[in-house]
């Protein structure tokens, strides 16, 4: 099959953060590719967070699915330009791209990826709009204060306003801040590891995004306001345990 590197780059940006590092679970130490005749969808976790990225910008017209390692993508992310014609030969063990100038042939991981569609909430009904950047910029700054160990950030949400608090008992740190938002929902306080976030809230591009919550213990549906033509991107993130704001 031939498609554009722009399609290749764009599922390896857009789901790598998400790869496993745990060898106990190897099928997730890469990019699923699930390729349909009408597209390809990558897919990656590490079952803390999940990434699904579909891409309809070209037509494979195969249909088959593989687990390329994070090593070949991080070579083909450095090799390909975006405006590349790529040849993607697969077999049943390994995958070789070529270009006018490179050549890289690469085997699959061995194993089962997850049924990701399975993963991903279908009903989440306390919606939250927000501009990117102003709430990347407030996990950030709060995040100082988290204790290291596992970054968690608190959030309130109620009255189209969020509430961010980080505290760290060991060293007696606290912050506080708060970020103005359109909220339709009950009034909820879950927590997410402020890591993952900004992760996150990097990876997303939009200048508003969607967050979708059912409740403290379901993961969250983070989502842009708007996809780019022929994409879908969505991403979930598993919830940290709060007792209290």
């Known amino acids: 099959m031939l498609l554009p590197a722009k399609m290749i780059l764009s599922g390896i940006d857009n789901t790598f953060f998400a790869v496993g590092t745990d060898q106990l679970r190897p099928q ?9 005749p009408d597209g390809i969808t990558f897919v990656s976790t590490d079952t803390r967070k999940l990434v699904r990225y579909i891409d309809h910008s070209a037509e494979p017209g195969v249909e088959t699915s593989c687990i390329i390692p994070s090593k070949p993508c991080v070579i083909l992310k450095n090799l390909l330009s975006s405006d590349d014609d790529v040849k993607v030969v697969m077999s049943s063990r390994s995958a070789t791209f070529t270009t006018e100038h490179i050549s890289l042939n690469c ?9 990701y569609n399975r993963v991903i909430p279908r009903e989440n009904p306390n919606v939250i709009t927000v501009d990117r950047l102003t709430l990347l ?3 950030r700054r709060v995040a100082v204060c988290a204790d ?8 309130r949400l109620s009255n189209n306003c969020i509430e961010l608090k980080v505290d760290d008992a060991n060293v ?25 976030l900004i992760e996150i809230f990097n990876t997303l591009t939009t200048s ?21 033509e022929n994409t879908e991107l969505v991403i979930i993130l598993m919830p940290m345990t709060v007792t209290d704001f």
């Open 148 to 155: 290291p160990a596992h970054s968690l950030v608190k959030f």
């Open 107 to 115: 085997r699959f991981i061995k194993g089962n990826f997850p049924d």
């Open 208 to 228: 508003d995004i969607l967050i979708k919550l059912a409740d403290p213990s379901r993961p969250g549906v983070f989502l842009p306001d708007e996809n780019s």
């Open 28 to 36: 997730m130490m890469g990019i699923f590719w699930d390729v349909k």
């Open 172 to 196: 007696s740190t606290l912050a506080h801040d708060k970020v103005e938002c359109s909220y339709d929902g009950r009034d909820m306080v879950i927590g997410f590891s402020a890591v993952y």
């Open 137 to 139: 910029t407030a996990v």
